[in-house]
DNA sequence: GTGATCCGGTACTCGATAGTTCCATAAGGG
DNA sequence: CCCTTATGGAACTATCGAGTACCGGATCAC
């Protein structure tokens, strides 16, 4: 990507920390007050700066929110490969578990909800800003789990993302209850219980009958 | 319940098709603009009366959706009872996604969710109205299977609710993902797999005793 | 009939807010 | 210095829609 074209070369620049400024603010008030709910006043007042900043670099008000959430990616996730399946499942799962409990994603998604279904465009950033990474960690520990031997060849991987993330999400989203380590470590449990090889007495691990948990 | 005190004795009676008209167009509409979105002139027209009736029925538009989220509810479930665990979770859970895929509900859910975050009484006739009656149809069913011997006696089944749900709103939520048979067979063939119980040796004999504790 | 409340429909009030404009001033390049 | 664009802040415009008021007419009880 190259420096954009159409940026002034004289003139006062623009403040760099405002740009941070303003999405950080719209973000933290999207989850506030939801996706239509927000003023940008507020967001103005939150950023400590005023309106014309806002509207300098955001056509709408829609686009300053397309822009918040595309600039809204996780941190670079570590696929952890402990040599267990069961650890590195459950490690990523504790971590998301986590993330959507305390921090401004489990805040902001539910805000988010309504407005990817009118809105492909963000529909889209929501999940490739920061559903994809943490997807794709996890089916590479899938992936090595199969190969190891603890999970049965044919595992249907889309069918085991959903499972994995989506009593997460239904609890953040729908019922309220708790995101605990007991929600990580039940989803692990299940997931090697559920997709392990139909003939235990298989292969390399040499894991017999007998489970220590 | 009694008559409700406060209806007027005398006077033209208010017309009971308009109750249901109203409601109806409110959920509708919901589910097209959400909750903040739709206007109530919108209703009016689709509900073929005036906002005059609507506001003689209901406080404000929270009030009106409030109400309309409260009227939708579930027909009754029946519970199946096949005899087999899995052809009972299947059908109920082939039933639930095929809910979610067609029809008003599932257009609702996602406009509902954000509402549900700032609205607590919102989210709890949403839970109660219809998650509720599927959720406790399920419990019964796995409650059978732990008695037939087809689950271990210490299912968590809050988890195992969540679950059998949890990927089916996480599609339809997030994801975007299909909702059709192969997810309803796969969360229930996961859950039999991954609940089963520890000795395979009881019950029918299908499978050979590999290990006694 | 009389009186009360309903009906659908239209017109209105009025608060809220997205987006614009203007100001005095700051910060770059030449 | 000069020119240009940016700054925060305040004032302004324009739109949208919830909620109200009123219309002529309908439908109940008495």
Known sequence: MQAKPDEPRIGRPRDAR??????????????ERGVHGFRTQDVAARAGVGKGAIYRRHRSKDD????????????????????????DLAALMREAVELYRSSLPGRLMPNLVSA????????????????????????EVLRRGVERGDLRRDVDLELALDVLGGPLFYRLLITGG????QLAEGVTELILRGFAPNKPSR?????KAKEHS
């Open 18 to 31: 405002a740009n941070q400024a303003i999405l950080r603010a719209t973000l933290e008030l999207i989850a």
């Open 64 to 87: 300053l929110v397309m822009a918040s959430v595309a600039a809204l990616v996780d941190e670079e996730i570590v696929i952890p490969d402990t040599g267990s399946t069961r650890a």
């Open 116 to 139: 990817m279904t009118e809105r492909p465009d963000l529909a889209q950033a929501v999940r490739e800003g920061f559903l994809i990474r943490r997807r794709s960690a996890l089916t």
């Open 178 to 181: 708790p995101l605990d380590e």
């Open 203 to 207: 292969a390399k691990g040499a894991r």
